[in-house]
């Protein structure tokens, strides 16, 4: 006989362990799946790793800073074996907080995968059968692949952060947020950068901001080659060689990492047994209250299709845990105007639209109010590069609907902006608003 839950979690990322905790807080009974590490991919292989990654990055570069500044040292190299294990030992601190608040929470976690048996049962890979009448699926997303000849010669994403060295000669493939944050922290770290891009970079992201981005990271040597047809990798004395039918060989590289996006983690849940649907490339259908087309199924995170965003699939998993079982229909994720950072070097931020979604859907009435400075951090040291700040406003009351910031800081500036977005932010908010002199951040206030 099957164990009864009032909840199952496939899942437990980001989004499937926020379901599971509200869900728990609000005294449901909830059982948990997840094969591999807690945390999935945002804790192990993505934005926690990263971030500590990229913090050494900056320090590499506010070391060469401060020789400009004049101080007496001499920059040196990255001990990447101490940092690798530094940043080990803080993931773990993490997962071991899961362990213990699952525990606290009288979440059941089960360390195994579970498959669809019916559309209130799931099967665990030990042999188990759960019911629940809500189940959410949360088993987030993979790197993708290419289907050419040595593409195993080459790293995806999660591999970065098993390397024991740093590459000096690497190949980026790829145009996205990850392509574009290795890039910027593998060259602040010393290794020799060449991006090899299908498009352009940042698809999602302001014109304008990420054609400022790309002049800074080629002025920092970044090769960027656009317009490829990757055909396959092979290994020669001197590296690795990678084939583009456009451009020919390039090489010899020490690295080649694969940034091709990511696809859902979907083709082993035996979705059909439960009748759910999924679109083409695979992820779980939802509506606006993260449904699916099967009643008592819903999906969070990834899975989703929705912005690969670790707080949308947290806040998703919160408020759909709240309306299932916190007595509030209501409670939706409500994904407007959300704010996201690359950490480039610098980083770019934005919350809201574009320049170009803006004059999609309000043509003539769209405004846009721009900046572009040295910031002072730079500036003393005679550093030629600048930052952009950028507003979109829409109508006579000028309504912002986008911030960019493309910057020093940019990461920290936009989280307060974006709540006065998020509230119906004018124009004439910012100029009411006295600027804190000297900032980056003031000029956003200062906008004419």
């Known amino acids: 006989m099957a164990d009864t839950f009032d909840l199952i979690v496939l899942g437990a990322g980001s989004g499937g362990l926020a379901t599971a ?14 094969p591999g590490a807690m945390g999935g991919t945002c804790v192990n292989v993505g934005c926690v790793p990263k971030k500590a990654l990229w913090f050494a990055a900056q320090l590499a570069q506010q070391q060469q800073l401060a020789l400009h500044y004049g101080f007496a040292s001499t920059p040196g190299p990255l001990d990447w074996e101490h940092f690798r294990q530094l940043r080990q030992t803080y993931i773990d601190g993490i997962r071991q907080r899961y362990a213990r608040r699952l525990a606290e929470a009288g979440i059941q976690v089960y360390a195994e995968t579970g498959r669809f048996v019916a559309a209130d049962t799931v099967a665990t890979s030990g042999g188990d059968e759960l019911r629940a009448m809500q189940i959410v699926i949360a088993t987030g997303g993979r790197p993708g692949r290419l289907e ?42 010393g290794s020799e950068v060449s991006m090899h891009v299908r498009r352009g970079l940042l698809a999602d992201f302001d014109a304008e901001a990420v054609a400022a981005l790309k002049e800074h990271m080629q002025a920092q040597g970044i090769v960027i080659t656009q317009g490829v047809k990757v055909a396959g990798l092979h290994r020669d004395d001197g590296g690795l060689v990678l084939h583009d039918e456009v451009h020919g060989e390039s090489g ?25 649907q999924v679109d083409e490339a695979g992820h779980v259908v939802i509506d606006a209250w993260q449904n699916s087309n099967v009643p008592g199924i819903c999906a969070v995170g990834d ?26 229909p209501g409670s939706r994720l409500d994904d407007e105007y959300t704010p996201t950072v690359v950490f480039a070097e610098p980083p770019l931020g934005m919350a809201g639209l574009t320049e170009a979604q803006a004059l999609e859907l309000h043509g003539d009435q769209v405004r846009v109010y721009r900046s572009r400075f040295a910031p002072l951090q730079w500036a003393v040291a005679g550093h030629a590069g600048q930052s952009l700040m950028k507003i979109v406003c829409v109508g006579d009351d000028e309504r912002v609907v986008g911030i960019h910031a ?17 509230m119906g932010l004018r124009k004439r908010d910012l100029d009411n608003t006295i600027a804190i002199h000297p900032s980056s951040a003031e000029e956003l206030v200062l906008l004419s």
């Open 148 to 189: 050419v000849p040595g593409f195993d010669l080459g790293m995806v994403s999660d591999d970065i952060f098993a390397l024991r060295t740093l590459p000096q000669r690497i190949a980026i493939v790829g145009g996205g947020y990850i392509a574009v944050e290795f890039a910027g922290l593998l060259r602040a770290l």
């Open 21 to 34: 905790f509200r869900a728990a807080r609000h005294g449901a009974r909830v059982a948990l799946l997840e």
């Open 406 to 422: 493309l910057g020093p800081g940019a990461e920290e500036i936009l989280q307060g902006f974006a709540v006065a977005l998020k």
């Open 303 to 328: 899975i989703s299709g929705r912005a690969e965003l670790t707080p949308l699939a947290v806040a998703a998993g919160r408020r759909l845990a709240d309306r299932l079982f916190g007595g509030q």
């Open 252 to 276: 010899p590289y020490d690295a080649v990492l694969w940034a091709l996006g990511r696809v859902p983690n979907s083709d082993r849940l035996d979705l059909d047994a439960a009748g759910v």
